[in-house]
């Protein structure tokens, strides 16, 4: 009984030894050894940290063998687990919680980009169409600009011939206005095929005429006439136009894409002169090139719009410029392997500087065109064409050569003339009402494979130039088609 009273009061003494010693700085070995062993919590290791280290190792060993000290240490053990085990579910809690704060604000902020993005390919696709239509649009204008160019001189010279009757009686201003009636029409039929000049290089296998420059500048002064002299006297707008031509070589090109190139320079500069000046071309011999000359007294043009004015589509013209006339012009000069140069100063005028190559005489004469061959027998031709002015042209082209034509304005109409004819030659449009002209081809071959067709057809370039020929058709030709072109066609297939 005395022993356990004594051991009792040891311990109770043990209890409140560790109390009074907080104020005992820490250090001693005893200290690290119980905080590594029984991992105090930080509180309690502060409490032990501060307890003299021979007494509290006395204590220790003293109550070794009592019940009520072993429950002390265990009990500070358990306590400490305890906390632990509290602060870090305490820990999770705010963890799970902030993780799943941070996944609702994640998958909120996931929605809203995925709406944006949404509402970006929305616009995207509306400013992608509007940008479609709107090229389409200065598309369309610009090739119905360079269309009323061609026309201007075809209904001016015709409008004369019909109004001035006294004008017929003089053969020469009769062949003269023919001649250029002609030519416009020619130039006319150019524009389409133009366009590709945006997308296709020069073919080093294409072989150029030899043109004339100075006899084209002769041609595209009258032709332009009807703008540079009478539209602007109309006006009240007094326009020059000089020319400067030096002795010079023929150029490797195509004279009706050069004839456009310099038409357009013209009306370019006789709409930088809304008060009137004075056009000038100059042409010389430059190494072996030829270099060709048009100035002006106009406006003039910023650095600016010097740097952009060959882009398609730009225009300082406003609604009544398309911006197709220099492109082309740039796209032209190009692919005949030349180069164009403009200066400019705002308010003293613009001069545009063409070099093209000097033609060589060599690289015609393996490609010289072939003679008109000719017609050993007369032929027995159907034209098929659902326009009445292009069958009755083909169907004259053709009776002036001395073949007997029967014509159709459709495609199943022809074949029911086929079937109650004979017939050495098939002329037929391609775009017709209730039969196309490949299906009338190919139920023609179905019944006489050796008879040639050619299908005369305004996508004749397109087909040809993407190798889509039909095996029913012998030759695509282009529309419009010259007598000179038909009468080589038909004597080749003839043979």
Same mark, same amino acid.
């Given at each position: 009984?005395?022993?356990?009273?004594?051991?009792?009061?040891?311990?109770?003494?043990?209890?409140?030894?560790?109390?009074?010693?907080?104020? +005992?700085?820490?250090?001693?070995? %005893?200290?690290?050894?119980?905080?590594?062993?029984?991992?105090?919590?930080?509180?309690?290791?502060?409490? #032990?940290?501060?307890?003299?280290?021979?007494?509290?190792?006395?204590?220790?060993?003293?109550?070794?063998?009592?019940?009520?000290?072993?429950?002390? #240490?265990?009990?500070?053990? /358990?306590?400490?687990?305890?906390?632990?085990?509290?602060?870090?579910?305490?820990?999770?809690?705010?963890?799970?919680?902030?993780?799943?704060?941070?996944?609702?604000?994640?998958?909120?902020?996931?929605?809203?980009?995925?709406?944006?993005?949404?509402? %970006?390919?929305?616009?995207?696709?509306?400013?992608?169409?509007?940008?479609?239509?709107?090229?389409?649009?200065?598309?369309?204008?610009?090739?119905?600009?360079?269309?009323?160019?061609?026309?201007?001189?075809?209904?001016?010279?015709?409008?004369?011939? %019909?109004?001035?009757?006294?004008?017929?009686?003089?053969?020469?201003?009769?062949?003269?206005?023919?001649?250029?009636?002609?030519?416009?029409?020619?130039?006319?039929?150019?524009?389409?095929?133009?366009?590709?000049?945006?997308?296709?290089?020069?073919?080093?296998?294409?072989?150029?005429?030899?043109?004339?420059?100075?006899?084209?500048?002769?041609?595209?002064?009258?032709?332009?006439?009807?703008?540079?002299?009478?539209?602007?006297?109309?006006?009240?707008?007094?326009?020059?136009?000089?020319?400067?031509?030096?002795?010079?070589?023929?150029?490797?090109?195509?004279?009706?894409?050069?004839?456009?190139?310099?038409?357009?320079?013209?009306?370019?500069?006789?709409?930088?002169?809304?008060?009137?000046? +004075?056009?000038?071309?100059?042409?010389?011999?430059?190494?072996?090139?030829?270099?060709?000359?048009?100035?002006?007294?106009?406006?003039?043009?910023?650095?600016?719009?010097?740097?952009?004015?060959?882009?398609?589509?730009?225009?300082?013209?406003?609604?009544?410029?398309?911006?197709?006339?220099?492109?082309?012009?740039?796209?032209?000069?190009?692919?005949?392997?030349?180069?164009?140069?403009?200066?400019?100063?705002?308010?003293?005028?613009?001069?545009?500087?063409?070099?093209?190559?000097?033609?060589?005489?060599?690289?015609?004469?393996?490609?010289?065109?072939?003679?008109?061959?000719?017609?050993?027998?007369?032929?027995?031709?159907?034209?098929?064409?659902?326009?009445?002015?292009?069958?009755? #042209?083909?169907?004259?082209?053709?009776?002036?050569?001395?073949?007997?034509?029967?014509?159709?304005?459709?495609?199943?109409?022809?074949?029911?003339?086929?079937?109650?004819?004979?017939?050495?030659?098939?002329?037929?449009?391609?775009?017709?009402?209730?039969?196309?002209?490949?299906? /009338?081809?190919?139920?023609?071959?179905?019944?006489?494979?050796?008879?040639?067709?050619?299908? %005369?057809?305004?996508?004749?370039?397109?087909?040809?130039?993407?190798?889509?020929?039909?095996?029913?058709?012998?030759?695509?030709?282009?529309?419009?088609?010259?007598?000179?072109?038909?009468?080589?066609?038909?004597?080749?297939?003839?043979?």
């Amino acid at each position: 009984m005395v022993a356990d009273t004594a051991g009792q009061k040891h311990d109770m003494d043990l209890v409140r030894t560790l109390v009074p010693l907080r104020d +005992t700085p820490p250090g001693t070995p %005893l200290e690290g050894t119980l905080v590594g062993i029984l991992g105090i919590d930080q509180d309690v290791t502060e409490e #032990l940290a501060k307890a003299r280290s021979e007494s509290l190792r006395f204590a220790l060993l003293a109550s070794g063998g009592t019940g009520v000290s072993l429950f002390i #240490l265990l009990f500070l053990i /358990v306590l400490k687990a305890d906390r632990t085990i509290d602060k870090g579910h305490q820990r999770i809690l705010r963890h799970q919680s902030e993780q799943q704060k941070t996944g609702d604000a994640l998958q909120l902020s996931n929605n809203s980009l995925e709406a944006a993005l949404s509402e %970006l390919k929305d616009t995207q696709r509306q400013v992608v169409q509007q940008e479609r239509l709107s090229a389409l649009g200065q598309m369309a204008s610009g090739i119905a600009h360079d269309f009323n160019n061609a026309l201007t001189p075809i209904l001016g010279f015709s409008e004369l011939l %019909l109004t001035s009757p006294q004008r017929l009686e003089n053969p020469k201003t009769v062949k003269r206005y023919v001649q250029m009636i002609n030519t416009a029409a020619g130039d006319a039929a150019t524009v389409v095929r133009n366009l590709r000049e945006f997308y296709r290089g020069s073919d080093e296998t294409e072989v150029y005429d030899p043109v004339s420059l100075n006899d084209l500048i002769g041609q595209v002064i009258s032709l332009t006439q009807a703008k540079w002299k009478d539209e602007a006297q109309s006006k009240g707008i007094n326009i020059n136009l000089k020319t400067d031509l030096a002795e010079i070589p023929k150029v490797a090109g195509k004279e009706s894409e050069l004839r456009e190139v310099l038409i357009n320079l013209v009306f370019n500069s006789v709409d930088a002169m809304p008060d009137g000046g +004075t056009i000038r071309f100059c042409t010389r011999l430059d190494d072996n090139h030829v270099a060709i000359q048009i100035s002006d007294t106009g406006s003039g043009m910023t650095e600016e719009v010097r740097q952009r004015c060959f882009d398609p589509f730009f225009t300082t013209k406003g609604s009544q410029g398309t911006g197709m006339g220099l492109a082309m012009t740039f796209g032209i000069v190009k692919r005949l392997n030349g180069t164009i140069d403009i200066q400019s100063e705002l308010g003293k005028g613009t001069t545009f500087t063409i070099r093209l190559p000097v033609y060589i005489e060599e690289a015609k004469k393996e490609t010289e065109a072939a003679p008109v061959l000719e017609t050993k027998t007369q032929l027995r031709v159907l034209v098929i064409d659902d326009e009445p002015m292009v069958g009755e #042209l083909v169907t004259e082209y053709l009776t002036a050569d001395g073949h007997v034509v029967e014509s159709a304005t459709n495609g199943r109409e022809g074949l029911e003339k086929f079937h109650a004819g004979v017939f050495d030659l098939i002329i037929t449009d391609r775009a017709m009402p209730e039969m196309n002209g490949e299906e /009338v081809a190919r139920a023609i071959k179905k019944q006489t494979p050796s008879i040639p067709v050619v299908m %005369l057809t305004g996508f004749g370039d397109i087909i040809n130039a993407n190798g889509s020929l039909s095996p029913d058709i012998n030759r695509v030709v282009s529309k419009p088609v010259s007598r000179l072109e038909l009468q080589n066609i038909v004597n080749e297939l003839s043979q």
